[in-house]
């Protein structure tokens, strides 16, 4: 019962859910996440927490960046059902509509300020999302 609550839980917050909205289309990194919610550095802190221990989402380091996912599911079947079902919800709320056009636009080294070192030791200035989905 603790699993089915901690998913439930972790649902009923409308930014906990644009989170999981947004990493059905991309991995994304905290600064991200914070510049398309609107909401300070902590509390996007607090949200990915409170997911990651419900099973819905993981991270992994890349260099500069740690990248959220969404995980497969397997740690909870109550996970993996709300995540396959949230696929196919809100597609059509506007303010979920409005943060997916919003995050093509995102630049992860302009929102951070880290730029990236280049092999000839210059830093690259150039936004460099990462790729729609890697799982790790």
């Known amino acids: ?17 644009k989170i999981l909205k ?3 289309e ?8 914070r510049a398309a919610l609107g909401v300070a550095q902590p509390t996007v802190s607090k949200h990915l927490k ?10 992994y380091k890349d ?5 959220y996912h969404l995980t497969d599911g397997t740690s ?5 059902t ?3 079902n949230l696929r196919h919800w809100l597609e059509s709320a506007p303010e979920i509509i409005g943060i997916k056009e919003m995050l093509p636009t995102l630049c992860r080294e302009q929102l951070c300020g880290k730029f990236p070192a280049s092999p000839h030791g210059e830093f690259q ?11 790790v």
Request: charged content about 20%; aromatic content about 4%; proline content about 6%.
């Open 50 to 59: 409170i997911l990651e221990n419900a099973g819905l989402v993981k991270s």
């Open 1 to 17: 019962m603790e699993a089915f609550v901690r998913v439930m839980k972790a649902l009923s917050d409308p930014n906990r859910v």
């Open 76 to 80: 909870s079947p109550f996970a993996a």
């Open 26 to 33: 991309r991995n994304l990194c905290v600064c991200e996440l």
């Open 125 to 135: 200035k150039a936004c460099q999302n990462p790729p729609k989905q890697v799982r």
């Open 22 to 24: 947004m990493l059905q």
């Open 63 to 67: 260099g500069l960046w740690v990248n």
């Open 82 to 84: 709300m995540l396959g």
